[in-house]
């Protein structure tokens, strides 16, 4: 019998309201700037961020693919019974499973709100990349992207491709990790964190293409997920994207534009590669249309037809799970105050051409 005075001590309803001030509590701190950065991006969230990453590195599989079908099936299960109690009219105990439920998400907010909402609230990462503001006109867009096609043209003429016309990758998943780690060790490691990233391959990585994903950041875990479903081409970028958050980069705007800049620098032609092919497509995208297709005309054929492969390789999974996954992606950037949801995965426009015009004058 536990003694008198720790008996009844708060009731169910007031351990939820005391979880829920200390959620709020929390998330009024991430949003505020200076906290943001110093506080959690800099201290608290990073040390975290490295226990976790160190844990999870010493399992060979993905954490996040084990907890996604966990809790699919836990969801299910947890559905049945609480049909099942409601027939039997056990409402005890269906209290008691409610009150279980409302405490596990009080906590998974607080701990996203520690492990990854304060990032969104960061100093802008351009500074760290060392890009300076640039006025953004059509015509430096224009003079940006035709530089980009002519490395990429001269770039692909060294490459070796498949029988389809893709590249083949010169590095494996591990050694292409292993420089971009050393990528971002050049960096300024006060912005980005100190310690190497272990990205893992999904072993899912199909449904992953269904969802219209092809990688992605579990912070409970600090674990770098990236599928294996992709074009060759677009591995480096989107692994150095997934490390990008795992770095303390949360904007997936940001985590684009520090891809980009990584993979462009890069010595390695297979990830320079991936680099100016996405740096490409961007920037002839922002474009007017006309002179969109005058520089798609200047592209290699064999960069043309990697292009078209990409495309082919992803329409194959368009589908309901695909607008259904992107619509829910676009709440949840919105809801971490990312105003232009999915948008900003294009909001690179103006980095890629002062990346350009530093390339040009060093």
């Known amino acids: ?171 494996t998943f591990s050694e292409t990790a292993e420089q971009l780690n050393a990528a971002f060790s050049a960096q300024d490691v006060s912005y980005f964190a100190f310690y190497d990233v272990s990205p893992k391959p999904v072993a899912f990585s199909v449904l992953l293409s269904y969802l219209g994903i092809t990688g992605i950041y579990f912070p409970f875990y600090a674990e770098a997920n990236v599928s294996t479903d992709v074009p060759p081409y677009t591995l480096p970028v989107t692994m150095a994207h997934e490390m990008a958050h795992a770095k303390g980069v949360s904007q997936e705007g940001e985590a684009n534009v520090v891809a980009y800049v990584l993979c462009i620098c890069s010595e390695n032609d297979y990830i320079r590669y991936s680099g100016l092919m996405s740096a490409a497509a961007s920037l002839i995208n922002a474009l007017p249309q006309e002179q969109a297709e005058e520089l798609s005309s200047l592209l290699a054929e064999e960069v043309r037809r990697e292009y078209r492969n990409a495309s082919e390789h992803y329409a194959r999974y368009e589908g309901w799970m695909d607008t259904v996954s992107s619509f829910f992606n676009d709440l949840f950037l919105k809801a971490n105050g990312v105003m232009g949801g999915t948008r900003s995965y294009s909001d690179t426009v103006r980095s890629l051409v002062s990346l350009w015009e530093k390339l040009q004058s060093s």
Do not use: H
């Not at 279980?100 to 998400?105: F, I, Y």
């Open 1 to 171: 019998m536990r003694p008198l005075f720790l008996q009844n001590r708060f009731t169910r309803l007031q351990k939820l309201l005391l979880l829920a001030i200390a959620a709020a509590a929390v998330y009024l701190a991430a949003n505020v700037p200076y906290l943001a950065e110093y506080f959690f991006a800099r201290g608290l969230t990073r040390a975290l961020s490295f226990f976790l990453g160190k844990i999870s590195a010493l399992l060979p599989f993905s954490l996040y693919e084990l907890t996604a079908f966990s809790l699919i099936l836990g969801g299910a299960a947890l559905l049945v019974g609480i049909i099942v109690l409601l027939r039997r009219k056990s409402f005890c105990r269906l209290r008691l499973w409610l009150y279980r439920l409302g405490v596990a998400a009080l906590s998974v907010l607080i701990a996203f709100g520690v492990l990854y909402a304060p990032l969104y609230n960061r100093l802008p990462v351009q500074s760290a990349l060392g890009l300076e503001e640039t006025v953004l006109t059509e015509e430096k867009v224009y003079e940006a992207a035709l530089g980009y096609v002519e490395a990429l043209n001269a770039l692909s003429a060294r490459m070796e491709r498949d029988s389809e016309g893709n590249i083949l990758p010169s590095l």
